[in-house]
């Protein structure tokens, strides 16, 4: 019974290591999946960016192209003056000047506008791009720290994962089968110690019938109320 027991502990105690390793690996991977959905997140909020901005200039294109036709036009219109013979005729060319004129600085009041938006966006967008180039510098950094630390551990795991085959392996499958269904129902804890009368696991006082069978040793008992394999910790 104690050759079982002692296989039962040791198997334990691996499977509490690989469980911590998994553990440890799944922060890592985590870590590394986190940098990766920031900089989705900025990249979004660029691509974006640029579009607006492209739409943008296209439209300080679009405005532009009209103000400088509005503008030859004035200045063809003004050419005229000159060689007009009447009063009329030189009063109507004075009024579409004017309105053209007016048009111009309406136009130019619009790309006025149209270029504060645009460096607006464009200031947020060095911001976003900033803050894009410290992520990626970051995740790099970081990145081939935790590839290494990942590389580590998986050698640590498949070492791991080797001794609890062989420790498993000697376990009689009835009893490798308990003790799988509590490790994995008791987070990690399928073994509990029997101290004075009482199981550890669940702090519970154990009838004293099945205490003292457990000093005896004679087989393997469970605690009736958490249903933990128990043992006796030898004083050394």
């Known amino acids: 019974m104690q050759e079982k027991m002692n296989l039962l502990r040791d198997l334990q105690e691996i499977d509490q290591e690989i ?10 991977e985590a870590e590394l999946s986190t940098f990766a959905a920031q900089a989705a997140e900025v990249q979004s909020m660029l691509d974006q960016l640029n579009v607006e901005i492209d739409q943008l200039r296209r439209d300080e294109a679009q405005i532009e192209q009209e103000l400088h036709k509005q503008r030859d036009n004035v200045t063809r ?8 013979q009447t009063q009329k005729e030189y009063v109507a060319v004075l009024k579409e000047i004017d309105v053209a004129k007016k048009g111009n600085k309406e136009l130019e009041e619009k790309l006025q506008e149209k270029r504060k938006e645009i460096a607006i966006l464009v200031e947020d967008q060095q911001e976003k791009q900033a803050g894009l180039d410290a992520i990626s510098g970051n995740a ?7 590839d290494q630390l990942l590389r580590d551990s998986g050698s640590q795991l498949d070492e791991h994962t080797r001794n609890r085959e062989k ?3 000697e376990v009689p499958k009835s009893l490798l089968r308990k ?31 099945l205490f003292n069978r457990l000093l005896q040793g004679a087989d393997l008992q469970s605690c009736p109320h958490c249903n933990r394999i128990l043992y006796v910790e030898t004083e050394v």
């Open 19 to 28: 469980s911590t390793i998994e553990a440890t690996r799944n922060s890592y």
């Open 77 to 84: 219109v003004e050419a005229r003056l000159p060689g007009i």
């Open 140 to 146: 790099k950094a970081r990145g081939s720290e935790l």
């Open 167 to 169: 420790v498993a392996g």
């Open 179 to 209: 003790y799988q269904g509590l490790f994995k129902r008791r987070n990690g804890m399928a073994l509990a110690v029997a101290r004075n009368g009482a199981c550890l696991g669940c702090n519970m006082q154990l009838p004293p019938q």
